[in-house]
């Protein structure tokens, strides 16, 4: 049995050698391979066969039949490249690929990943803490007391029936809190969600996102706090901006300042957006205020540092050019497959 | 705010050759933000005072005329239809080049020369309207008479004393600076960052009188520190000076009359206000301060009926409110035409008072806004001195006619603050010279006594506690006097050592990236907020939730406990547009137990459960294989090491108790997942399926694992079997997979790849086929062996789940 496979394989092999044309290759085809074809014929002899005998034989059986297979495929290709294969197998380079759906990240954990990573690289630690805030951490330790004006300014959401209740208004909440729990040296970014009592327009959300970031060491002065202000916002803003420091005013710290950078989208001409001035207010920061440190248990004789906040939704709209800010909590697929 | 430059001059040299533009950028860098210039000459540019001399009929239109006007050594012949015009009219001639309005109307136009009527026109005599002068100017369908004083070719900026700039400071950066709600404050400011002179205010001293026996009582101690009054006869009300009134028209102020407009002044070169009230209004010549009993009714200067509660603090007379103490003065004891005698309050009060009632009743007035900044008890003093001065000046004839009294109940306290160069050093980063230091001080009114390294200064009261108090408030003075851009910046040095490592942050990027990226799905994220009826709508009790005391709508009164109420809402406000959509969320959801955080380092009390969700929905024909995929993906990933367990009793509320399955994680239940409820579903007007997961992210978290690790690859080959049985539905693949892994350790994995559910398989019956891998490790299975295997696990079948074999 064997034999009679080996000998129809070294025959059918010669025959094909000797093809030229394809009406020829499809004779030979029929003839080994179809269903009365020879291969087909010696198979059905293998039925008959011992039961010990048949799986070999139909291994060799299924090798012959694939070779023989390979070997007419390599001859059409041979012969379709002299006979106008061409236009029976014309191939569409023009189709449109597979497609593969992945979904989409919301914009604003793209900018917070871009945003952790730069200060990652800068060696802070990526922190959250609290939303539902209590008044000791998102004023008073923040050298807020209740009869500062600040409060007013900062619409702040009160939970009913509990005293001192809030919704975080900012991320500087974390300030105290992790002066607490890791003491100095200290470097850390606090990104979260705040909210403010607020009616809501194209530029106004009850809900938005902020970025706090906190620096305590021995001696960290003003020429460090710009210094670190200056080489972060080159990297948030991916290229070498114009920035100048200016007095601010927020209650913990001291000195505060307003950063700004030159307006990007009139180059520090002076357009609509930037009011004229060629500048446009990015970041709010400064030096640790002594009373803060001292709620956080440090010495501000030993210790300073400096805060600063960002406006992530802010920076958000800025890099999408996104006009209306209750887009981004609207859960609208329109929208979210932007990005 | 807005600041007159002509007016600051008054007070300290400017350099003379320096912009307006970068002055204000020098008090941007230094002390305020100046947030707009505007230059009153810039809009009045190529518009002087031309004389008419001769006077023709246009050739061509019998409305028109044309003129020749002279404004000095120059002629130009302009084309005019005034109906007033006349030969020696002295009027507003606008050059090319100049800013009008034709008509009066809409936006400014450049003016050109031009044609009319084939006659060249090379400017326009202008109408008031066509340049913006005041109304009195204005006459019907004729252009400005200006009069015969006026000087040709004068520009009609300085005829009207319009050549000043406005500087518009940022209210938000001075909160802090009551020094600076005034002209002279900034005037100071102005003389220490380019080191020039301060000039001294004026003050003239006048006879005290004894004729009127004027009284102060201050009730309210707390809510009054300061109170100087005065009374003032042989006053006459008129209008004020030019001077005055241009200086208050500057700033946006409308000047009133004499006596108003020194309050006004003094309000706005000091930021200390003043009140002037008729004197025949106050009974007895008594002034009471005390607050109001309740609710009274009383009305301001404003004609508007204001409501009093038992905080508000009121200048009384014997009889009745005179005035809203710091806020407003009243209707009945106002200056009027006919006012002979007055009497003048300068005075301090508490300003979170002020601001109270300020809020309260949504009255922010100019001296609200000053009172409420905290101002030094002192510049009542100076107000006063200046107010008499004033009125000395402008009502020479005026004298005064009683003592001036003054109440004060702070006794002044010198703050002395010690600074020492090291630590200024220190805190700038660079070393600012001695001498330069004491300068910058003393220019800011400091007072510095120098011993050795160590500086003594003491504060001047005009810059309050809440300004000046600690040594690091003297940092921020002199370096921002000193400039912020001179100090060259410097990196910190800091230890290398790692930062602890935020595994939270890490698993939680990789679970966005596996649901975004392996999944499809889309992130969304939500409101904190739920209303009471997407509460109730899922069968939960309003009580477990906490609520909001104020809230800007009924659909954010409550904060969420759980994401699914939002993801629902997004459910059914996408279904408008997409028919089927994945979607997740991870957010802090609320409860009413006890959280991780603490109320404040004294207190016990912690704030409440306020931990990570995961959960997700999605829409499309089979979400419950979906979202179970999903899940498993997830967490086979993580390699968390779970179970889903069948328990038809616990569906986490939202679930169809035939649909779903518990996440299990270290025995802990941790989720669900499975198909939303349908009777949820309607009430939230959803009409299709939804698959729902849901996890306790801070749980989860503790699960995920880093342990992978290599395995050999095989050595000998595997052998694979299909099998296609039909089984009756309640056979579930689980069980079904177990007893066949059970029945050979040779076996590695069996894979369903198939379910196949038709009537001709028999009622109730369906059909599954899998395949079934068989390894051994150690050597090359044989096909006898596999295909006893196979036998044994068909036996096994039909006995144990009426399995028939295809």
């Known amino acids: 049995m064997l034999d009679e496979l080996k000998k129809l394989k070294e025959d059918a092999l010669n025959e094909f050698k000797k093809v030229k044309e394809s009406e020829e290759l499809q004779r030979l085809e029929t003839k080994y391979l179809g269903r009365k074809g020879e291969l087909t014929k010696l198979l059905k002899k293998v039925r008959d066969l011992a039961l010990e005998e048949k799986p070999r034989v139909g291994k060799f059986a299924n090798e012959v039949k694939s070779e023989i297979a390979k070997t007419i495929n390599d001859i059409k290709y041979e012969l379709g490249s002299h006979e106008g294969r061409h236009e029976a197998e014309y191939f569409d380079l023009t189709l449109p690929g597979k497609k593969y759906k992945a979904g989409h990240f919301h914009p604003l954990t793209l900018v917070q990943k871009q945003l952790e990573e730069i200060f990652e690289r800068m060696g802070f630690m990526v922190l959250e803490g609290p939303e539902l805030e209590s008044e000791y951490y998102n004023f008073e330790a923040l050298n807020i007391p209740e009869t500062h004006p600040a409060r007013d300014t900062m619409d702040t959401y009160y939970l009913k029936n509990k005293k001192g209740w809030l919704l975080r208004t900012h991320t500087s909440n974390q300030q105290v809190r992790t002066i607490e729990k890791y003491g100095a040296p200290l470097r850390a970014v606090f990104p979260g969600r705040c909210f403010r009592y607020e009616a809501t327009d194209a530029s106004h959300e009850t809900t938005f996102n902020q970025l706090e970031g906190l620096m305590i060491d021995k001696d960290i002065s003003i020429a460090n706090l710009i210094a670190v202000m200056k080489s972060l916002l080159r990297e948030v803003l991916n290229k070498d901006v114009k920035v100048r420091m200016r007095p601010g005013y927020f209650p913990f710290v001291e000195p505060g300042f307003e950063l700004d950078d030159s307006c990007l989208i009139c180059s520090g001409k002076g357009c609509s957006v930037c009011k004229k001035s060629g500048w446009v207010e990015l970041l709010p920061c400064g030096l640790v205020h002594p009373n803060v440190l001292r709620a956080g248990g440090l010495d501000p004789k030993v210790y300073s540092g400096f805060a600063f906040g960002l406006g992530l939704t802010r920076l958000v709209m800025m890099k999408y050019e996104i006009d209306d800010i209750r887009l981004l909590l609207s859960g609208d697929l329109r929208f979210l497959n932007q990005f | 705010m807005q600041i007159s430059l002509n007016w600051l001059k008054q007070y300290v040299d400017?350099?003379?050759?320096?912009?307006?533009?970068?002055?204000?950028?020098?008090?941007?860098?230094?002390?305020?933000?100046?947030?707009?210039?505007?230059?009153?000459?810039?809009?009045?540019?190529?518009?002087?005072?031309?004389?008419?001399?001769?006077?023709?009929?246009?050739?061509?239109?019998?409305?028109?005329?044309?003129?020749?006007?002279?404004?000095?050594k120059e002629e130009y012949q302009i084309v005019c239809g005034g109906a007033n015009i006349y030969q020696g009219l002295k009027g507003v001639l606008a050059l090319p080049g100049a800013q009008v309005k034709w008509h009066g109307q809409g936006e400014y136009v450049k003016l050109e020369k031009t044609k009319i009527r084939g006659i060249e026109s090379n400017g326009m005599l202008c109408a008031a309207e066509e340049v913006d002068l005041p109304e009195i100017y204005s006459v019907n369908g004729g252009v400005v008479d200006l009069g015969a004083k006026v000087k040709i070719g004068q520009s009609i900026a300085e005829v009207f004393g319009l050549d000043d700039v406005i500087f518009e400071i940022d209210n938000k950066s001075i909160t802090h600076r009551s020094d600076l709600w005034g002209h002279y404050g900034l005037a100071r400011e102005i003389a220490a960052i380019f080191d020039t002179k301060l000039g001294q205010l004026k003050t003239d001293i006048l006879k005290e009188g004894k004729e009127v026996d004027l009284k102060v009582e201050i009730e309210d101690n707390e809510n009054c520190l300061r109170y100087m009054a005065v009374a003032i006869g042989n006053v006459k009300i008129e209008a004020s000076p030019d001077w005055l009134q241009n200086f208050l028209k500057a700033v946006g102020i409308r000047p009133i009359n004499n006596i108003v407009d020194i309050s006004n002044f003094v309000m706005l070169e000091l930021g200390q206000p003043t009140h002037a009230f008729d004197r025949k209004d106050i009974t007895d010549d008594t002034i009471i301060i005390k607050r109001a009993k309740g609710k009274e009714k009383y009305r301001t200067l404003d004609?508007?009926?204001?409501?009093?509660?038992?905080?508000?603090?009121?200048?009384?007379?014997?009889?009745?409110?005179?005035?809203?103490?710091?806020?407003?003065?009243?209707?009945?004891?106002?200056?009027?035409?006919?006012?002979?005698?007055?009497?003048?309050?300068?005075?301090?009060?508490?300003?979170?008072?002020?601001?109270?009632?300020?809020?309260?009743?949504?009255?922010?007035?100019?001296?609200?806004?000053?009172?409420?900044?905290?101002?030094?008890?002192?510049?009542?003093?100076?107000?006063?001195?200046?107010?008499?001065?004033?009125?000395?000046?402008?009502?020479?004839?005026?004298?005064?006619?009683?003592?001036?009294?003054?109440?004060?109940?702070?006794?002044?306290?010198?703050?002395?603050?010690?600074?020492?160069?090291?630590?200024?050093?220190?805190?700038?980063?660079?070393?600012?010279?001695?001498?330069?230091?004491?300068?910058?001080?003393?220019?800011?009114?400091?007072?510095?006594?120098?011993?050795?390294?160590?500086?003594?200064?003491?504060?001047?009261?005009?810059?309050?506690?809440?300004?000046?108090?600690?040594?690091?408030?003297?940092?921020?003075?002199?370096?921002?006097?000193?400039?912020?851009?001179?100090?060259?910046?410097?990196?910190?040095?800091?230890?290398?050592?790692?930062?602890?490592?935020?595994?939270?942050?890490?698993?939680?990027?990789?679970?966005?990236?596996?649901?975004?990226?392996?999944?499809?799905?889309?992130?969304?994220?939500?409101?904190?907020?739920?209303?009471?009826?997407?509460?109730?709508?899922?069968?939960?009790?309003?009580?477990?939730?906490?609520?909001?005391?104020?809230?800007?709508?009924?659909?954010?009164?409550?904060?969420?406990?759980?994401?699914?109420?939002?993801?629902?809402?997004?459910?059914?406000d996408n279904l408008r547009f997409f028919k089927e959509c994945k979607l997740f969320e991870l957010g802090r959801?609320?409860?009413?137990?006890?959280?991780?955080?603490?109320?404040?380092?004294?207190?016990?009390?912690?704030?409440?459960?306020?931990?990570?969700?995961?959960?997700?929905?999605?829409?499309?024909?089979?979400?419950?294989?979906?979202?179970?995929?999903?899940?498993?993906?997830?967490?086979?990933?993580?390699?968390?090491?779970?179970?889903?367990?069948?328990?038809?009793?616990?569906?986490?509320?939202?679930?169809?108790?035939?649909?779903?399955?518990?996440?299990?994680?270290?025995?802990?239940?941790?989720?669900?997942?499975?198909?939303?409820?349908?009777?949820?579903?309607?009430?939230?007007?959803?009409?299709?399926?939804?698959?729902?997961?849901?996890?306790?992210?801070?749980?989860?978290?503790?699960?995920?694992?880093?342990?992978?690790?290599?395995?050999?690859?095989?050595?000998?080959?595997?052998?694979?079997?299909?099998?296609?049985?039909?089984?009756?539905?309640?056979?579930?693949?689980?069980?079904?997979?177990?007893?066949?892994?059970?029945?050979?350790?040779?076996?590695?994995?069996?894979?369903?790849?198939?379910?196949?559910?038709?009537?001709?398989?028999?009622?109730?019956?369906?059909?599954?086929?899998?395949?079934?891998?068989?390894?051994?490790?150690?050597?090359?299975?044989?096909?006898?062996?596999?295909?006893?295997?196979?036998?044994?696990?068909?036996?096994?079948?039909?006995?144990k789940f009426k399995a028939e074999i295809r």
């Open chain 2, 303 to 572: 004609n508007i009926e204001r409501e009093l509660d038992l905080n508000t603090l009121l200048i009384c007379d014997k009889k009745r409110p005179v005035a809203l103490a710091g806020v407003m003065g009243g209707l009945n004891s106002e200056v009027e035409e006919k006012t002979e005698e007055i009497i003048f309050e300068v005075a301090n009060f508490n300003p979170v008072n002020i601001r109270k009632t300020a809020t309260r009743l949504d009255l922010r007035t100019d001296a609200a806004t000053r009172f409420e900044k905290g101002l030094d008890p002192g510049l009542v003093e100076i107000g006063m001195k200046r107010v008499i001065t004033l009125i000395h000046e402008l009502l020479p004839q005026a004298r005064l006619t009683s003592k001036v009294i003054d109440i004060n109940n702070l006794k002044a306290e010198a703050r002395v603050i010690e600074l020492s160069l090291d630590f200024l050093k220190r805190r700038v980063g660079i070393e600012i010279p001695k001498k330069e230091v004491i300068r910058i001080l003393e220019s800011l009114s400091f007072k510095v006594s120098d011993k050795k390294g160590e500086l003594s200064v003491t504060v001047p009261d005009f810059r309050t506690k809440k300004d000046i108090f600690i040594v690091e408030d003297l940092v921020e003075e002199i370096a921002r006097i000193y400039g912020y851009d001179n100090i060259e910046q410097v990196m910190p040095y800091i230890s290398m050592e790692p930062q602890e490592y935020n595994q939270e942050r890490e698993i939680e990027r990789q679970v966005k990236n596996i649901l975004v990226n392996v999944g499809g799905l889309n992130e969304v994220l939500n409101y904190s907020f739920i209303s009471e009826k997407q509460i109730l709508n899922l069968g939960l009790e309003l009580e477990n939730h906490l609520e909001l005391k104020n809230t800007l709508s009924q659909d954010q009164k409550y904060l969420r406990s759980s994401l699914i109420f939002n993801l629902l809402h997004n459910v059914s």
């Open chain 2, 14 to 72: 400017i350099p003379k050759d320096l912009e307006p533009k970068d002055l204000a950028l020098k008090l941007t860098m230094a002390t305020v933000e100046i947030e707009n210039i505007i230059d009153q000459r810039e809009r009045f540019n190529n518009i002087i005072v031309g004389e008419i001399i001769d006077i023709v009929d246009h050739p061509d239109a019998t409305k028109l005329k044309v003129c020749r006007v002279k404004t000095g």
């Open chain 2, 589 to 799: 959801v609320f409860n009413l137990k006890a959280g991780e955080y603490s109320f404040s380092p004294k207190s016990k009390e912690l704030l409440s459960s306020q931990s990570k969700e995961l959960a997700g929905v999605v829409i499309n024909d089979n979400p419950f294989i979906e979202v179970k995929g999903l899940v498993e993906t997830l967490l086979n990933l993580l390699e968390v090491k779970y179970e889903l367990r069948i328990n038809k009793n616990n569906s986490g509320h939202v679930l169809d108790n035939t649909k779903c399955l518990e996440i299990i994680i270290g025995d802990n239940l941790i989720g669900y997942l499975g198909e939303v409820d349908k009777k949820i579903l309607s009430k939230n007007e959803i009409k299709v399926k939804v698959g729902y997961f849901q996890i306790n992210y801070k749980e989860f978290l503790k699960h995920v694992a880093d342990n992978l690790k290599y395995e050999p690859l095989p050595k000998y080959p595997g052998m694979t079997y299909d099998l296609s049985i039909i089984v009756p539905f309640k056979v579930n693949w689980a069980d079904l997979e177990q007893e066949v892994r059970s029945t050979s350790k040779l076996i590695q994995q069996v894979e369903l790849f198939d379910v196949y559910q038709v009537s001709k398989l028999g009622p109730n019956k369906r059909s599954l086929a899998f395949h079934i891998h068989f390894l051994d490790k150690k050597r090359t299975l044989e096909t006898k062996e596999v295909e006893k295997i196979r036998e044994e696990i068909v036996k096994k079948l039909i006995k």
